[in-house]
């Protein structure tokens, strides 16, 4: 017989989500931070509230039942919703003092942040920074990060989004490397010079071909995803790549090559939870990291006016 649900427990519809997600007790478990005992028996409990079962068992783990498959969706709406009563709840502290998360990619929190930080520490020395570097997209509305830096428009709903200014790219080699192979004097040069490249995505093999370059994978002696891996096999003199122009202007090692040639930009945004700008610390941190950044922008990019 099912019960009132008027006084539906919250954290059993997480259990139920948590177990949905990853198909077994054991890994909702994990992932909740709950014993397995303790997951079952919110299962059970939630089950009996209802009237229905959720899953039946399999040789794998757990599967959901075609009940369990109809509340997935509004178990998620539950969540988003108290998701954005927590961003809301935290949006109206008013200390300065706590942690600030702050989400950026690979490359600019090794070669960008740690200066900016630095200088965010020295003037607010009661906020706490946390980073995340990471080239995958970090969900604001979830709490991965409070504050998002990206090298892309972000398009998620309820953000507050600035856009900073873009950043160019060049063509780079190392002085050593270039001294040895020489220095191209046109796009087509490049054709004799061992180049630097990246080996699942395409994003620089559509760049090139866009330059009129019929360009390949094998046009690349040296291959790899990761941004730090490929500028330090730049500086080491492997060969010719692509770079953000304001980092590597600051590395003595290097040399810009054809700086003539058309590029594209890389148009630099920050990120937040419209709950979360409203807090100070956040807010605190968001000016700071946007006086700093509009320092490495300045290094050939043009700055531009704010978004809502």
């Known amino acids: 017989m099912p019960q009132d649900l008027s006084s539906l427990n919250w ?12 198909g077994s007790l054991s890994g909702a478990a994990r992932e909740l931070g709950l014993s397995q005992p303790t997951l079952g028996r919110q299962i059970r409990t939630l089950e009996e509230a209802l009237g229905v079962t959720l899953f039946t068992r399999q040789p794998r783990g757990l599967a959901l039942t075609e009940a369990g498959q109809a509340l997935v969706p509004p178990a998620r709406a539950m969540r988003e919703a108290a998701q954005g009563f927590a961003l809301t709840a935290a949006g109206r502290v008013d200390v300065i003092a706590g942690t600030v998360r702050v989400a950026a990619s690979d490359v600019v929190a090794l070669h960008v942040l740690p200066e900016i930080l630095a200088g965010i520490r020295q003037r607010e020395p009661e906020i706490e920074i946390e980073i995340l570097p990471s080239d995958r997209s970090a969900n604001l509305l979830f709490r991965e990060a409070d504050i998002a830096l990206r090298m892309y428009r972000p398009d998620q709903l309820d953000m507050v989004t600035r856009h900073l200014g873009d950043v160019p ?28 490249g990246y080996d699942s995505d395409e994003t620089l093999i559509r760049g090139m071909r866009a330059l009129g370059l019929p360009v390949d994978r094998h046009w690349f002696a040296l291959r790899c995803d990761d941004h730090n891996v490929l500028w330090e096999l730049v500086r080491a003199g492997c060969g010719l790549c692509f770079a953000q122009v304001p ?9 810009r090559l054809l700086p003539d040639l ?45 978004r809502p």
Not at 281 to 302: C, T
């Open 169 to 196: 790219l060049g063509l780079y080699g190392a002085r050593s490397y270039l001294d040895q192979r020489g220095r191209p004097e046109r796009l087509d040069d490049i054709r004799s010079h061992d180049l630097i």
């Open 11 to 22: 954290s059993r519809v997480q259990s139920f989500l948590a177990v949905a997600d990853t």
């Open 262 to 306: 058309p590029l594209p930009t890389l148009p630099v945004w920050l990120t937040a939870h419209e709950a979360m700008r409203r807090t100070p610390r956040i807010r605190r941190v968001w000016e700071l990291l946007a006086e700093g950044l509009a320092r490495y922008l300045a290094q050939g990019a043009l700055p531009a006016r704010d």
């Open 247 to 255: 980092l590597a202007e600051a590395d003595p090692t290097v040399e």
